[in-house]
C-alpha cells in the first residue's frame, strides 16, 4: 500500500489533518498526517483530547514541539515518536507535521474535549 496524500481538512485553526489512503475494512488502524501550527486543541490549554477506545501513535516527520499525554510533555522533534493509549488526555502544542496512527481506526463519536 503506498501512502499518497488525500484530502485536507482543518479541525481548527491552528490544524490540519490530510488523509492518506483507505484502510480496507477489515483493517484495525487508520492514519493520517497532522500539521501543527500552535495549540490543539484550540481555546483553552487545560483542555484534552480523549479517546475512549482508539490509541495513537504520532511520528514526527518534521518541525518541533511538545506533545502533551496524560501528566507528561513530550518535547519532539522530526524522528521522535509519541504514543497515545486510549482514555488519556493529550495536546499538541507547536509547529509540526506528524503523522498519526489511530487503532482501531478513527471514529469521531470516539474522540471528546475535556
Known amino acids: 500500500m503506498k ?3 488525500g ?4 479541525v481548527d485553526d491552528s490544524t490540519e489533518i490530510t488523509d492518506l ?9 487508520d492514519s493520517v498526517l497532522s500539521k501543527v501550527d500552535g495549540y490543539h486543541p484550540e481555546g483553552d490549554k ?6 475512549e477506545r482508539s490509541q495513537k501513535a504520532y511520528y514526527i516527520l518534521n518541525g518541533e514541539g511538545k506533545i502533551h499525554v496524560g501528566e507528561e510533555t513530550h518535547e519532539v522533534e522530526k524522528g521522535e515518536f509519541v504514543f497515545v493509549p486510549e482514555e488519556t488526555g493529550h495536546a499538541l502544542e507547536g509547529e509540526f507535521k506528524a503523522l498519526i496512527i489511530t487503532s482501531p481506526p478513527f471514529d469521531p463519536e470516539d474522540e471528546e474535549l475535556r
Open 21 to 29: 489512503f483507505e484502510a480496507p475494512e477489515d483493517a484495525n488502524f
Open 7 to 10: 484530502d485536507s481538512y482543518f
Open 46 to 51: 487545560d483542555r484534552k483530547i480523549f479517546n
Open 3 to 5: 501512502f499518497e496524500e
